[in-house]
């Protein structure tokens, strides 16, 4: 079994190459803000996994979930299954995750507590404090940058965990609230917004949206073929490939797909 998350975007890229790849835009044009993408492929996931958190690190996917028993785990991309590393204690309902120099930072949603592990070990090597809820974490390689559920983004410092600085993530004049999941890509925040098929692009210096990836039919499609699927929650970037996996809780499946 090929566990190597670079080996099998290549091989799948490299497939995709000499077929007609499916363009899975929605066209909306009189909105010039969404984003035109592309699905390379479509990967197994554990449709028992409650998503909460997805990246990518040292070529591996780990994953963090809430509810039925919080874990983070390493996942297998070929099969979507999960070498268990860590489950929280039953009081914390996992959130959002991402890694900064070798460390795995996780969120619980309502504890105003998150744990700090080893990324190679998994084993627990503190804690930190935050005075909101904890939906989704990131990183831009020098602050931690986290969602409460709010329009407001949070730019923590990563020794204190003392916040330096927020943003409001607008459309326009409107703040978009129920910011959730997020993932740093090439300069940008990408954010899920909790209870839509949307994925956010927003620029981390002002808060503002510029640009959107509508997941309408990826979603529709889930949700006809696997009624117990919920809502989409998981934003991974790989680099090699630079390809996004996308994901949702209870989702039988995570899409590798590309924006054009």
Not at 29 to 47: G, M, Q, R
Not at 147 to 161: A, C, N, P
């Amino acid at each position: 079994m090929i566990k190597n998350l670079s080996t099998i975007i290549f091989l799948l890229l490299l497939i995709s190459a000499c077929q007609t790849k499916k363009d899975s835009e929605r066209p909306v044009a009189e909105d010039k803000t969404i984003l035109s993408y592309e699905i390379v492929t479509v990967l197994p996931h554990n449709a028992q996994a409650f998503t909460q958190g997805l990246t990518v690190f040292n070529n591996k996917i780990i994953e963090s979930t809430g509810q039925n028993g919080s874990w983070i785990a390493e996942v297998d991309p070929g099969t979507g299954k999960h070498d268990l590393k860590v489950t929280l204690d039953d009081q914390y309902f996992g959130e959002g995750i991402t890694v900064l120099n070798n460390k795995v930072y996780q969120l619980a949603w309502k504890n105003k507590v998150g744990f700090i592990y080893d990324a190679h070990t998994y084993r627990q090597l503190g804690e930190f404090k935050y005075g909101t809820e904890g939906w989704g974490i990131t990183t831009d390689n020098k602050n931690l940058i986290m969602s409460d559920g709010s329009e407001k983004l949070y730019f923590l410092d990563t020794t204190s965990f003392a916040v330096k600085r927020t943003v409001n993530v607008m459309e326009g004049n409107s703040p978009i609230k129920r910011i959730n999941e997020l993932e740093y890509i090439r300069g940008y925040i990408f954010a899920n917004v909790w209870e839509t098929p949307m994925i956010l692009k927003i620029d981390p210096a002002n808060g503002k949206v510029v640009g959107k990836l509508d997941m309408i039919n990826i979603t529709n499609e889930i949700k006809a073929m696997y009624p117990n699927a919920d809502v989409l929650n998981g934003i991974a970037f790989d680099a090699n490939s630079k390809a996004m996996l996308i994901t949702g809780k209870l989702w039988p499946k995570t899409y590798l797909i590309k924006i054009k």
